[in-house]
């Protein structure tokens, strides 16, 4: 299993960025996806999520509203749209999957640097 994010990156406040996951060897459409970031010297928070067969998702409030989570199955990739980014959006993102559907994510990606300048 493999996932790999890309799109990280230096943005101005008020800016947007979209992160990119791309997923292989796993069922993709039977998995739970999520977004994670870990600011420095802050604990890893989870902020998206997207249930695969519904395409159900659910947002931390620290991003409600301005992020979007969405899949391409075809593409086999999990996206993030982020939108009014502010500095305290800076972290490493990071995707994981939850293949067991049971809320626990046994799979990672290496992460991606998005850093906000005010």
């Known amino acids: 299993v493999q996932l790999v994010e890309s799109g990280g990156g230096l943005v101005q406040a008020g800016g947007s960025l979209r992160l990119s996951c791309a997923v292989s060897g796993l069922t993709f459409g039977n998995s739970a996806i999520a977004w994670f970031r870990q600011a420095p010297g802050k604990e890893r928070e989870g902020i998206a999520c997207i249930v695969s067969d519904n395409d159900d998702t659910v947002y931390s409030d620290s991003v409600k509203g301005r992020f979007t989570i969405s899949r391409d199955n075809a593409k086999r990739a999990i996206f993030l749209q982020m939108n009014s980014l502010a500095p305290e959006d800076t972290a490493v993102y990071y995707c994981?999957?939850?293949?067991?559907?049971?809320?626990?994510?046994?799979?990672w990606g290496q992460g991606t640097l998005v850093t906000v300048s005010s």
């Open positions: 994981a999957a939850d293949v067991a559907r049971s809320g626990k994510y046994t799979y």
